[in-house]
Structures are given as C-alpha cells and as structure tokens.
C-alpha cells in the first residue's frame, strides 16, 4: 500500500543522503564514513523556548528578519543570536540602530551568501537552531535573472540543509514566500 512505498522511498533517500555525505567527507580531507558532524548540545532543553539557544538567521538583514530578531531579543535571551546575511551595510546599519552587542551580548553578525555551502557551514558551527529566510522574493527580479533566483532559493536552500546536517543543528525553520508562484 501507500505505506511501504513512503517508507522504502525514505529510505533510499536516507541512503542517498548519507552517501551523498560519505563522499562529500572524503573530498574534505576527513576519514571515511565521516559525516564531519560535529557534537552540539542545546542548553536549553525547553524546545518552546528560545532562551540559552544558539540561533542563526539567514536573510537576517530583510524584513523579516529584522523584525524576528527584534522579538526574540525583547522576549528572549539567546546564548548567541547570529545575523547571516551578504548585505554589509544593512548589517552595519543594523547594528548602529541598537541592535549590537553592547545593547545585546548575544547578537553577531556574519557577512556570507547561502550560495556558498563553506561559508555557510562555518557560520552553522555551535548552532542549535536555523531560521532559514534568505531568499530573493521579488517577482520582476525573478523573471528578469531566474537562474539567480534559483541559485538563492534552491540551491541556497539546499545548502543550509546540508550545512545544518554537517553541523548537528537541532531545528532548522525554513520560510517561504507568497511570491513563489504566480
């Protein structure tokens, strides 16, 4: 029945993945059947609760995660709250408006791409949760560069997947966009 094929289905795609990983270890100079996972352990034990986490946004320079950010800050105390994002000077202008680490000890920020799978993965270190919203969500820009648009939204996608399982992340919350489909 629809059982035994969701099942087998999920399985060959476990298969795959950690194949997929297996060989992706190997061309990184680490042993093989090394995934490169590393131990990370939440402190906070509360999974309701964002209190003692370690948190990074990706996209946390745009609307929405300035203003995610904003809330968790006021209703929160993160252990380490990480803006990734490649907007340099929204991440400056950010943190000039209060939101640095005078004002807040957990805030970092973290110039980088989700097109680049590297970079990503070094900004996912000690990580326990991922909101995942960077995106280029502009429907006009879209249609003129749509290779672009899936370099960001799908590719970009897939690498947080894939860094926050090489990373041992514990919650990764991806969003999506009312401008995906017309």
């Known amino acids: 029945g ?19 990983h297996q060989s992706n270890a190997q061309s990184h100079g680490r042993p093989s059947g090394s995934t490169g996972r590393t131990k990370n352990h939440m402190k906070n034990t509360n999974p309701s609760s964002l209190d003692g986490a370690s948190i ?25 709250l990480v803006v990734f994002s490649r907007d340099e000077l929204k991440q400056y202008e950010m943190a000039m408006g209060g939101l640095n680490q005078e004002a807040y ?13 590297d970079r990503l993965s ?4 000690g990580i326990e949760i991922v909101i995942h919203a960077a995106a280029l969500k502009q429907v006009p820009t879209a249609e003129y560069n749509p290779f672009e648009c899936i370099r960001t939204n799908v590719y970009g996608a897939e690498n947080v997947v894939t860094a926050a399982i090489l990373n041992n992340v514990h919650r990764v919350i991806a969003l999506s966009t009312d401008k995906a489909a017309n």
Do not use: C, H
């Not at 629809?2 to 997929?20: D, V």
């Not at 990706?58 to 929405?64: A, I, Q």
């Open 56 to 80: 990074l946004i990706t996209g946390g320079t745009g609307s929405f995660g300035r203003r995610f950010i904003e809330t968790v800050l006021k209703n929160y105390k993160p252990r380490r």
């Open 2 to 20: 629809n059982g035994a094929t969701s099942r087998q289905y999920t399985r060959g795609w476990k298969e795959t993945e950690f194949s997929s």
């Open 105 to 117: 000890p957990a805030m970092r920020y973290f110039i980088g791409d989700v097109r680049d799978a």
């Open 122 to 125: 070094m900004a996912m270190r």
